[in-house]
């Protein structure tokens, strides 16, 4: 079984300041992590996704999230948000890897963005 | 690009009726899958295909079934909707090359 927890489930920072959006995982298996953002009205979004190969793993809109795992972590940063950051964030992880048996969401970060 | 369909954005439905949320994909995707969206909770997985005519449960499937006849075309069926399936409902396909999900746009359900 695996889980998935996000830390704070609104997060606010300035336009311009660093945003980091933090989440753990539990796996029995050697975990594919995802990082998805939903807009208002819309559905999920993939941002970026980690499988195998280099930990560090760039998305779209200038975000990024690091693999760690002796952390059992996939924390989204971005180094300079914008106002068109503000939306839902989901981390979420496979179960027998790649997703064939579904996703595991976290409960989602609402990420505010303050002018 | 990959696109996901879902029938209604929005629907309304009385305690005790037959709802059916369809769902289509353009993208010849062998998994689907259905999941249910709650303020606070996340997504949670209720049903999922591997290909026509197989299904399998999720963390969530009591009072929904589903049917995929045709591979591009995944339905979920509530037999007697509640009042406690009021919610948003999102609909997936994978893309197995990539392992990536790709989401429709929901549909929000008010059971009343």
């Known amino acids: 079984a695996q889980s998935v927890t996000q830390l704070g489930s609104h997060v606010s920072v300035s336009e311009g300041a660093l945003v980091l959006l933090r989440c753990n995982y539990s796996s029995s298996v050697p975990p594919y992590l995802f990082w998805y953002v939903q807009y208002p009205n819309q559905g999920l979004q993939l941002l970026l996704k980690?499988?195998?190969?280099?930990?560090l793993v760039k998305g779209i809109n200038g975000f990024e999230a690091e693999f760690k795992k002796s952390e059992t972590s996939f924390h989204l940063t971005k180094p300079s948000a914008h106002m068109s950051d503000a939306a839902e964030y989901f981390c979420a992880v496979s179960g027998s890897g790649g997703g064939a048996d579904g996703l595991t969401f976290g409960k989602g970060t609402h990420l505010i963005i303050q002018p | 690009d990959v696109k996901v369909t879902q029938s209604s954005r929005y629907l309304v439905k009385r305690t005790g009726e037959k709802v059916f949320l369809e769902c289509v994909q353009d993208m010849d995707h062998e998994n689907m899958f259905w999941y249910r969206q709650d303020p606070g909770l996340g997504l949670r997985l209720i049903y999922f295909s591997y290909d026509v005519k197989m299904k399998e449960k999720g963390d969530i499937p009591e009072g929904y079934s589903v049917s995929r006849e045709k591979k591009e075309r995944f339905s979920l069926i509530l037999e007697s909707a509640s009042t406690n399936q009021t919610s948003m409902y999102l609909c997936a396909s994978r893309d197995w090359a990539t392992d990536t999900q790709y989401f429709g746009p929901g549909t929000r359900l008010t059971v009343l």
């Open positions: 980690y499988t195998t190969g280099a930990t």
